[in-house]
């Protein structure tokens, strides 16, 4: 049985069903009690800045954990460069306990963003001889020492409010998320750095390029390095790993207007940067029978114990929640996804 989840974007525009930043994150609320009603296991967003997408996440995350009572709630990714460890821990910590302990909390040192460093415009800067990059794995390393819950800061002899003995750690602590901490990792080398933290996988649609193989197979390369590393570590825990993919079984005249024509039905390459050539995976668009053999022979879905579809969120909750219903019905129970 493999977990299954949505993965929203939250794009908005004037031209769409989803025109403002209200419709895109009040919609995103339904469609969580919609997929957790029809029995998928996950709501997760992205989060991107200076864009017309979700943005700031915890927010959102806590008013899902407060209208749901089982689906997990998450993100795939928090972009680490534009984070404060220190307040994130906090805002991670009553997201968490407003939700009864289902937040999954996906992070990353980032990709090409909407505008040329924009993490500068937050207030931070990467430290002397270290790249952006860094920065974000930096910020990342604190936060998984903060969420340990050890005391860390001197108290004030003459608090306002009486303190508990000790050196003070940040409030709220929600006990157990340490674990849920996810890395997104667009590399087999961040992905065994993220395995050596204790961390769990994230791999979504796309990654660096390195051997020049089909998507699939270099992704499912990348989580067998994981689970490698993850085994050298000696961490107890059994590890997750999920996936994001693309998939409308074709069950109705909506699904064939919207995805029947021939679309990206095969993998593509571009470059994040001029250095970086990237592998982008293919989307799945078919007839349930059809979609389902393609699916069997994708190597990474059966290394993953995780699938988050990504939705196209601008058609609004109604064929949102058909696009996961027609995912649960017709595709998961022939892979023994169910």
Known sequence: MKKIGFLSFGHWSPQSRTRSAADALLETIDLAQAAEQLGA????????????????????????????????????????????????????????????????????????????????????????????ADMGRRHAEVLLDLLRGQGFAQPNPRPMFPNPPGLLRLEPYSEGLRDRIWWGAGSNATAVWAAKLGMNLQSSTLKNDETGEPFHVQQAAQIRAYRDAWKEAGHTRTPRVSISRSIFPLVDDRDRAYFGREGQQQDQIGYLDEQTRAIFGRSYAAEPDALIEQLKADEAIAEADTLLLTIPNQLGVDYNAHVIEAVLTHVAPALGWR
């Open 41 to 132: 296991d996950g709501a997760y967003v992205r989060v991107h800045h200076f864009a017309r997408q979700l943005a700031s996440p915890f927010p959102l995350l806590a008013a899902i954990g407060a209208r749901t009572k089982r689906v997990e709630i998450g993100t795939a990714v928090i972009d680490m460069r534009y984070e404060n460890p220190l307040y994130m821990a906090e805002d991670a910590g009553a997201a968490d306990l407003i939700a009864g302990g289902r937040l999954q909390l996906g992070i990353s040192r980032g990709s090409p963003e909407q505008v040329i460093d924009g993490w500068r415009y937050f207030g931070y800067q990467p430290a002397e001889g270290e790249s952006d």
